[in-house]
Nanobody
Framework: QVQLVESGGGLVQAGGSLRLSCAAS????????AGWFRQTPGKEREFVAA????????FYADSVKGRFTISRDNAKNTVGLQMNSLKPEDTAVYYC????????????????WGRGTQVTVSS
């Protein structure tokens, strides 16, 4: 099985930037698609971004398109999320995930989840 650990969360002012990273352990996940989700109290987990196993195809939620960039480094078994022009509504716990395809990720059907990292954007 794969274990995913997120890092890079923290407190940032509106308009600022933050980079999240997710490291896989237990097994390489280079043959799997990957993605990011976020969740706030009282809400369902929300899709943020997905990336194909080779990194050539990406998808983004409309709410973050143009501001966030997903990437991956298969040699290091990591996936990143560069977040720019952050808004208070971006405040959430961010989770990384991997699955068989970007379609599965976008359907909220990943195979593995990380435990999350808190991102707080102040106004």
């Amino acid at each position: 099985q794969v274990q995913l650990v997120e890092s890079g969360g923290g407190l940032v002012q509106a308009g600022g930037s933050l980079r999240l990273s997710c490291a896989a352990s237990g097994r390489t996940f280079s043959n799997d698609a990957a993605g990011w989700f976020r969740q706030t109290p009282g809400k369902e987990r929300e899709f943020v971004a997905a990336i194909s196993r080779g990194g050539s195809i990406t998808f983004y939620a409309d709410s973050v398109k143009g501001r966030f960039t997903i990437s991956r480094d298969n040699a290091k078994n990591t996936v990143g999320l560069q977040m720019n022009s952050l808004k208070p509504e971006d405040t959430a716990v961010y989770y990384c995930a991997n699955g068989a395809s970007t379609a599965a990720i976008r359907r909220s059907e990943p195979d593995y989840w990380g435990r999350g990292t808190q991102v707080t954007v102040s106004s």
